[in-house]
T-cell receptor, first 110, second 116 residues
């Protein structure tokens, strides 16, 4: 898997959009960008993934730059329950396994 | 919806004993499951890939004789920590692909192992 780089921590006000960046400058053409989050002492939870196009689901939006070297996860209206560690993974289908980086600790504040 | 369960949620054992952790896929079958370990304030580290009906594939640096993995059915994988020592105390998490045709993972809730 390509290496991903994320800020260590971020704060966000409740009700505002949370924009979490991820750099994956060495991503290859067949690697997907996956986002998971982990709330304290729980297993990770899938959020969203994409290859080239921007994606949106009920949880979040994923914006991938045209050169695919970076992406941004957007939580449109952050709540206190969105406080978690967010992991961005460049997933190689051929490798068949996920390598987690250090992630971003997002703290949503009232 | 489909989920992955783990049992037990937490376990405390004496040094030198063995501990078995179960990972079950509920409502779906998983020919492959993954085992991770997570130390406090650290990220998840992949330990091994569990393959139904065949041997597990271990990541570099993970002792296969210490961390025994058995994937005996399409819904159950077990991780046995043999001769556990305090340094094996950690949060163990399993995952399984949501479907055969996808790489998206369902993760279990994790098992907290404390070795005294």
């Amino acid at each position: 898997d390509a290496k991903t780089t994320q800020p260590t921590s971020m704060d966000c006000a409740e009700g505002r959009a949370a924009n979490l960046p991820c750099n994956h400058s060495t991503i290859s053409g067949n690697e997907y960008v996956y986002w998971y989050r982990q709330i304290h002492s729980q297993g990770p939870q899938y959020i969203i993934h994409g290859l080239k196009n921007n994606e949106t689901n009920e949880m979040a939006s994923l914006i991938i730059t045209e050169d695919r070297k970076s992406s941004t996860l957007i939580l449109p209206h952050a709540t206190l329950r969105d406080t978690a560690v967010y992991y961005c993974i460049a997933y190689n289908t051929n490798a068949g396994k996920s390598t987690f980086g250090d992630g971003t600790t997002l703290t949503v504040k009232p | 919806g489909a989920v992955v369960s783990q049992h037990p949620s937490w376990v405390i054992c004496k040094s030198g004993t063995s501990v078995k952790i179960e990972c079950r896929s509920l409502d779906f079958q998983a020919t492959t499951m993954f085992w991770y370990r997570q130390f406090p304030k650290q990220s998840l580290m992949l330990m091994a890939t569990s393959n139904e009906g065949s041997k597990a594939t271990y990541e570099q640096g993970v002792e296969k004789d210490k961390f025994l993995i058995n994937h005996a059915s399409l819904t159950l994988s077990t991780l046995t920590v043999t001769s556990a020592h305090p340094e094996d105390s950690s949060f163990y998490i399993c995952s399984a692909p949501m479907a055969e045709s996808t790489d998206t993972q369902y993760f279990g809730p994790g098992t907290r192992l404390t070795v005294l």
